[in-house]
């Protein structure tokens, strides 16, 4: 069982920056991928980016199309934390964020992988 709570969401100008943060519970946290999701009004839930468990001793990430070159996840496993780091912010990037726990470390985009989530924490980007 894992259990998920977001943090540093907020309200942020165009072309600002945000770090977002996951505090993770439970033993296995460390050998699960973790990813985050957004929600924008109106529109299905999408992939925002992910990282593996440990690979090679090096964990790897993966993200999605808009947000590659601006968005960074990373982990802390002795900390039981995830982050993304988002940067050049958009209007568009405008969403409620999730951080999820997969079932296993296997890096995956696919929602359904994804078995433990958070409530969501508010990301709003105005110009």
């Known amino acids: 069982q894992v259990q998920l709570v977001e943090s540093g969401g907020g309200s942020v100008q165009v072309g600002g920056s945000l770090t977002l943060s996951c505090a993770a519970s439970?033993?296995?946290?460390?050998?699960?991928?973790m990813a985050w999701f957004r929600q924008a009004p109106g529109k299905e839930r999408e992939f925002v980016g992910a990282?593996?468990?440990?690979?090679?001793?090096?964990?790897?990430?993966t993200y999605e199309d808009s947000v590659k070159g601006r968005f960074t996840v990373s982990r802390d496993n002795a900390k039981n934390m995830v982050y993304l780091e988002m940067r050049r912010l958009k209007p568009e990037d405008t969403a409620v964020y999730y951080c999820?726990?997969?079932?296993?470390?296997?890096?995956?985009?696919?929602?359904?992988?994804?078995?433990?989530w958070g409530q969501g924490t508010q990301v709003t980007v105005s110009s």
């Open positions: 439970g033993r296995t946290f460390r050998t699960l991928a």
């Open positions: 999820a726990a997969a079932r296993s470390g296997r890096l995956t985009a696919s929602g359904s992988e994804y078995a433990w």
């Open positions: 990282v593996s468990g440990p690979i090679n001793w090096e964990p790897i990430t």
